[in-house]
């Protein structure tokens, strides 16, 4: 049997361009690097599964997962952005402009927040799990995972804050959550 490398570096000389152009129709032409970088990140890790003649149809499926997967997350992103923004917390804003600019910046803080404060936020803020059932998905226990939710809330505040000192004054979200949290000695 060939060298992995040498194979994978056969599959993308004889293919990256077609997967690339199929990347451009289907995302931005900035994200279509990615989507080629993702599909032989896949190929490489699956060279055993490509079957030699139906490689070009293989990596074309798996561009269509990435893309598909890549649409998922943006998609849900977009919703979490938009809800954070729409929390009843964030004080009221007049006109559409502003209400870009508060969503703008929701993004821009989520986008500086670690993965696991991310990954909190959106147990609650997006999927609107309760406090066991987010704690249960995350693998801790309710007093752990109130004490992350906790934390991620405050971060994002301060993220959230500074973001709009460098901007100038636009609407804040309140320091607190939608949400009670309870905890073994009662609701906080």
Sequence with gaps: MRDPTARLTDLFH???????????????????????????????????????????????GVARTVVLARRRQNAARVALTDRLSNLRELRTVEGPSEKVALRDRVRQ???????????????????????????????VSRPTYAVRLHRARRRFRAVFDEIGAAQGPSPAPATTGPRTVSTPGGTR
């Design 109 to 139: 803080a989520l986008d500086r927040l670690g993965d696991a404060d991310r990954e909190v936020l959106v147990t609650v803020g997006w999927f609107d799990l309760s406090p066991a059932e987010a704690a249960k998905v995350l693998g």
């Design 14 to 60: 004889r293919h990256a361009d077609d997967v690339h152009a199929y990347a451009r129709w289907r995302v931005a032409d900035a994200d279509a690097d990615d989507v080629v970088g993702e599909v032989f990140l896949v190929a490489w890790r699956s060279l055993d599964r490509v079957r030699p003649g139906q490689e070009r149809a293989w990596l074309f």
